[in-house]
């Protein structure tokens, strides 16, 4: 849903007017630090700004993502999308969204000319506030705000549909290997769960009940599975702490661990005991493992990297070794390359970039 920074009406027509070239095609493999082996011909795609939540096509030639710069008046996250280049040549991509209100995680249709994501556009024009951190002791903190719904539209920018219409927040959607059903996060029943939309018939159905942010949801490559990041609050005081954030529109990611079910949500099992933040998890293109981002690591919460590990929590191996941030991994749908964003090229940096890598088992 959002990138960990360092300590830091229905017909609306989207106007795909920004067209941004990268600087340059990065492929030094001096990005790759030692002992990352499964690493290999790395593709610096993005130069500058926040660029996270990078998302291959289903055909693995395009990419949606969403992106903050300020410097090109980009003051809150804008849906991009961009064709993947070949080895050596520019990144080309272009806004999606309109730069009405904030936007977040994007992910394609099948077919490659439709898309779904959230956004806040019809709670305003602006971006919504950030949290004050000053006011809740500088912890770091996610909204959730109530002004998200969920859209289908085409890659032209144009919305096609409304796809969630209740109070509250409605976002972090992802959809089902044939493209029939879309997993999202919801807090419509008073709780932040997992919900899951038929797309022909709109009817959905709520798969978590336990009290806890439930999100970042993933179907695996056969359907049968789901896998998500969530935060089981035990004691009075963390579930009174959870209760009064929530209440206020926020979370409070840094205790989280991941967890798996079967895609109607039934026996549901956590599968990483790490402590700290485990998050961002993904099936591996087989569906025999995850790969997922933690700092579990770090007792100061930094840096963050990226694991694989088998989906019954076995066989925990460190993929990214950086000193910073890494995170929001995918595989293309054919298991050849990895996408995902880091800092790694701005020296521990603020900016978040997206890169590519072939991948080697």
Known sequence: MYSFKLIRCTALFFIAGIITKSVKAQ???????????????????TFNGDNAEAYWSYDDKQVIFQRKYEKEGIMCDRMFIGNIPEKGKQFVFKQLSSGLGRTTCGYFLPGGTEVVYASTHLGGDSCPPVPDRAQYGNRYLWPVYGSYDIFLADTSGKIIKQLTKTNGYDAEATLSPDGK????????????????????TEKVMQITHELGYDGGAWFSPDGTKIIWRASR???PEDIKDYKDLLSKGLVAPTQMEVFIANADGSHQQQITSLGQANWAPNFTPDGKRI????????????????????LDGSGLEKISHGNGFDAFPMFSYDGKKLMFSSNRSSGGGYDINLFMVDWEE
């Open 291 to 310: 790969i997922f981002c933690s700092n579990y690591e770090y007792k100061h919460g930094f840096p963050f990297n990226m694991y694989l590990m088998n």
């Open 27 to 45: 492929s030094a493999d001096s990005l790759i630090y030692p002992d990352e082996k499964h690493f290999k011909n790395i593709q610096q795609l």
């Open 233 to 235: 609050p035990k004691t």
């Open 181 to 200: 059903k879309m997993i999202f996060t919801s807090d419509r029943n008073g709780d932040l769960d997992l919900y899951v939309m038929d797309l022909a």
